[in-house]
């Protein structure tokens, strides 16, 4: 079992920058995955970013070149870096962790971004 805990969002004008952490507790595995979903109000949760235990990273193309993605050296703690941030990023994010086909989620955090 694994349990996520997410932290960092909050309100940013256009054009700034958040950081979002995700700790995992519980026993990690090398074969696994972690990454950030969102979802945005009326809308499907979708795919930001993930990343492999080993560092291989996917990102959605809307975040492309303003997100980065890593992982702590302890592989248990996640960030995704957000620059250049945009209204449309608006969304709940949540923190994934994927192994061996589950999937187990955060509680989600909020960011918003407005003037």
């Excluded at 507790?25 to 949760?45: C, H, L, N, V």
């Excluded at 080993?54 to 975040?63: F, M």
């Excluded at 949540?94 to 003037?115: I, K």
């Amino acid at each position: 079992q694994v349990q996520l805990v997410e932290s960092g969002g909050g309100l940013v004008q256009p054009g700034g920058s958040l950081r979002l952490s995700c700790a995992a507790s519980g026993r990690i595995f090398t074969d696994d995955r972690m990454g950030w979903y969102r979802q945005a109000p009326g809308k499907e949760r979708e795919l930001v970013a993930t990343i492999t235990y080993y560092g291989t990273t996917n990102y959605a193309d809307s975040v492309k070149g303003r997100f980065t993605l890593s992982r702590d050296s302890a592989k248990k703690t996640l960030f995704v870096q957000m620059n250049s941030l945009k209204p449309e990023d608006t969304a709940v994010y949540y923190c994934l962790y994927r192994q061996n086909s589950v999937n187990y989620w955060g509680q989600g955090t909020q960011v918003t971004v407005s003037s």
